[in-house]
Nanobody, 117 residues
Framework: QVHLVESGGGLVQAGGSLSVSCATS???????VAWFRQAPGAEREFVAG????????SYADSVKGRFTISRDSNKNTVYLQMNSLKPEDTAVYYC???????????WGQGTQVTVSS
């Protein structure tokens, strides 16, 4: 059974940085992992993803150059480093794993990121 737990969300001022983590368990080394987000009143959207081998990474245009996704297979953890944050980055951020691309099979509970102007 795959289990995902996000952590690291919080409140930050515009222009600041924040890192969120996704601790995975349940044979997730063969799974692709991505971050999605959902802002109030908006649809859930893809933010960044990394395939199981780590050799392919994808970002939404809105976060390119500001966000970095990485994967530590030894710790079974996927990170999302967010720099130059904007108020429009405010959302609940979800970690998602699966064998498809983008992954969609397993979801974490989400972590709130709030960027104040």
């Amino acid at each position: 059974q795959v289990h995902l737990v996000e952590s690291g969300g919080g409140l930050v001022q515009a222009g600041g940085s924040l890192s969120v983590s996704c601790a995975t368990s349940g044979a997730t080394s063969a799974h692709n992992v991505a971050w999605f987000r959902q802002a109030p009143g908006a649809e859930r959207e893809f933010v960044a993803g990394i395939i199981s081998s780590g050799i392919y990474i994808s970002y939404a245009d809105s976060v390119k150059g500001r966000f970095t996704i990485s994967r530590d297979s030894n710790k079974n953890t996927v990170y999302l480093q967010m720099n130059s944050l904007k108020p429009e980055d405010t959302a609940v951020y979800y970690c998602v794993a699966g064998k498809a691309w983008p992954p969609s099979s397993y979801w974490g509970q989400g972590t709130q990121v709030t960027v104040s102007s």
